[in-house]
């Protein structure tokens, strides 16, 4: 059990150094995917602001994060409206279903309407085609600004309309557009109302309005703007001059300070790309210095550990054979003296068993002493002396009768595995079972005792087998 838990121990160690890596690389969200995308555009880095931003859009997708999902179209699709208006259309319409189908806030869905209407109103203007579609995004956009009296959106779809209304060339409808959304402005959207008010004047040859409107803005630090407002001044001078070559070269030479002027971004955007990539690089170079230095820590740590866990499961084994090996040597032991015990307890039953039998044997052979004394024959035996003693037939079948009674048919059964035995020598095997001496059995043979012997051996080596003089007829006789 100690064993399991180390080990578990361990593997999460290893996982969870495993794992480290990993959660660094899908740390970042989609929100600060986008975060970096608009810092990356607050730092003129164009190309690397539309990378951020594609890579905003998967994860919002993937982790469903809505908000995310559409202003990092808008914001694509803002990067993109000066090199492809068409593209950047398709994305605004693209943002505008997610916003329609996961709505939010109604703010971003008039911003959302006035991006697209306005995209759609510069793909009209670069094909030459209907405004419809664009004034139709806008006018839905002032309508929800204007229900909610949003001040600033109402002053911004409407920009978009005067705007638009320039580019149709309706510039008295452009000058009203501008005159509203310039009572609505704010400080912040002031410039672009009053550059769009400015260049209404200037459409209609009204250059002292123009003029005045256009040095009332301040560009600040934008420089595009201050571009905007000094090549409007200029011409607005050489047209009160009439001088109208002048004034078309002024605007060739404006124009080819704008391409400088965007050329200078592009190489603004470069170097912020190198710088970015640099960084980038060292940053990774500094996270894999970091997670080397981490995984060395942990890799040491592991290794401290399976040798601390190691020795302690040795040493937990040994402890454990010994243990088993003193429980093995105790049951042994406990064994080996039941097992003595066990052998004591049968030897001494095989005694009184013995003692038993032996008691038993005694007991029956006094019963057939007693029995054998008690028969006429023996008694007519024993009485005799020296003298010659005859048994008839009748008597020798009784005292046959009575040994196989008292001995369990022992010479019916020497009768049958000797069916060649003469009635001489079954007689005599009868009575050397009865225990007569030699000269009692003379006596009743009328030879000596030596003839007797003799052929008590001859019976025993001719009838029985049995060569070996230490063993007597008597020992036969009882083994059968």
């Known amino acids: 059990m100690f064993t399991r838990s180390l080990y578990i121990f361990i593997i999460g160690v290893l996982m969870v150094a495993c794992s480290q890596p990993q959660q660094g690389a899908d740390s970042q969200t989609a929100a600060r995917c986008l975060e970096e995308a608009q810092a990356a555009f607050a730092n003129d880095s164009i190309r690397q602001g539309e990378t951020l931003l594609r890579k905003t859009i998967q994860l919002a997708e993937a982790s469903e994060d809505w908000h995310t999902y559409y202003i990092a179209y808008q914001r694509l699709a803002e990067a993109l409206s000066q ?102 402005s704010t400080t912040e959207l002031r410039p672009g109302t009053l550059q769009v008010l400015a260049r209404s004047y200037l459409s209609l040859n009204m250059l002292d309005s123009a003029e005045t409107i256009y040095r009332q803005i301040d560009p600040g630090s934008d420089v595009h703007l201050a571009y905007i407002v000094q090549s409007s001044l200029a011409n607005i001078a050489l047209r009160r001059m009439g001088a109208t070559q002048v004034e078309d070269s002024v605007e060739e030479a404006f124009e080819q300070i704008e391409g400088f002027y965007y050329k200078a971004l592009e190489q603004k955007d470069q170097y912020y790309q190198e710088t970015l990539r640099q960084e980038m690089e060292n940053q990774q170079l500094e996270y894999r210095s970091q997670m080397y230095g981490r995984t060395l820590l942990i890799v040491i740590i592991a290794a401290v550990v399976i040798l601390l866990a190691t020795v302690l499961a040795l040493r937990y084994r040994i402890r454990m054979l010994r243990q088993q090996r003193a429980y093995e040597q105790s049951k042994l032991e406990n064994e080996l003296l039941r097992n003595e015990q066990e052998k004591r307890q049968l030897q001494q039953e095989a005694e009184h068993q013995k003692t038993l039998l032996h008691q038993a044997n005694e007991v029956v052979a006094f019963l057939q002493n007693f029995i054998l004394e008690r028969t006429e024959v023996l008694k007519k035996l024993n009485q005799s002396s020296d003298s010659v003693i005859y048994l008839s037939p009748h008597e020798w079948s009784e005292i046959e009768r009575t040994l196989n009674a008292i001995d369990g048919n022992r010479f019916a059964k020497i009768r049958e595995q000797y069916p060649t035995m003469q009635e001489d020598d ?33 019976l025993k080596k001719d009838v029985f087998g049995e060569s070996n003089p230490d063993i007597t007829l008597e020992q036969i006789l009882n083994n059968r």
């Open 426 to 458: 079954i007689r005599l095997c009868i009575l050397t079972r009865l225990g007569l001496s030699n000269r009692t059995i003379g006596n009743i043979y009328c030879i000596t005792v030596s003839a007797v012997q003799h052929r008590k051996l001859k």
């Open 83 to 184: 090199s492809n208006p068409e593209e950047a259309l398709r994305l605004m319409k693209k943002a505008l279903t997610i916003y329609e189908q996961h709505p939010d806030d109604e703010r971003n869905y008039v911003m959302l309407l006035d991006y697209a209407g306005t995209y759609a109103a510069q793909m009209a203007y670069t094909t030459e085609g209907s405004y419809d579609e664009a004034l139709d995004f806008i006018n839905r956009a002032y309508d929800i600004a204007e229900k909610n009296q949003m001040k600033d959106l109402m002053c911004q779809t409407l920009t978009s309309l005067a705007n638009i209304a320039w580019a149709r060339d309706d510039y008295r409808q452009a000058l009203d557009y501008a005159h509203r959304a310039n009572s609505t």
